[in-house]
């Protein structure tokens, strides 16, 4: 059963709260559509490993941040290969 975006997020102001559902509606939407298969794959995985499908977001939802801020940081387009790494990399996260 999907949780709805601010089920998910708890963030502390209402432009974080604002910013993280629409974070988790990406990955959602990326979820449905299968595109790319890795966050499905990797949704699947990590609640094998027994986190909560709300955790398991909340893993992606990092990875997507991180992606974000340096397409942001850096001026670049997105990147599917180091998204992918990031999200075969999870529960280690790519800050850490």
Same mark, same amino acid.
């Given at each position: 059963m999907k949780n709805k975006p601010e089920q998910i997020v708890n963030a502390r102001t209402e432009s974080g709260q604002l910013a993280g559902e629409a974070i988790v509606e990406v990955i959602e939407n990326q979820i449905n /559509? #299968?595109?790319p298969a890795e966050t499905r794959e990797t949704l699947e995985r990590l609640m094998k490993l027994g986190e909560s499908r709300e955790n398991a977001i909340r893993y992606i939802a990092s990875v997507l941040s991180v992606e974000i801020f340096d397409m942001l +940081?850096? +001026?670049?387009?997105?990147? %599917? /290969?180091? =998204?992918? #790494?990031?999200? +075969?990399? %999870?529960? +280690?996260?790519? =800050?850490?």
């Open positions: /559509e #299968n595109n +940081k850096n +001026k670049e387009t997105f990147n %599917l /290969e180091r =998204y992918v #790494n990031n999200l +075969k990399a %999870l529960p +280690k996260l790519p =800050y850490d």
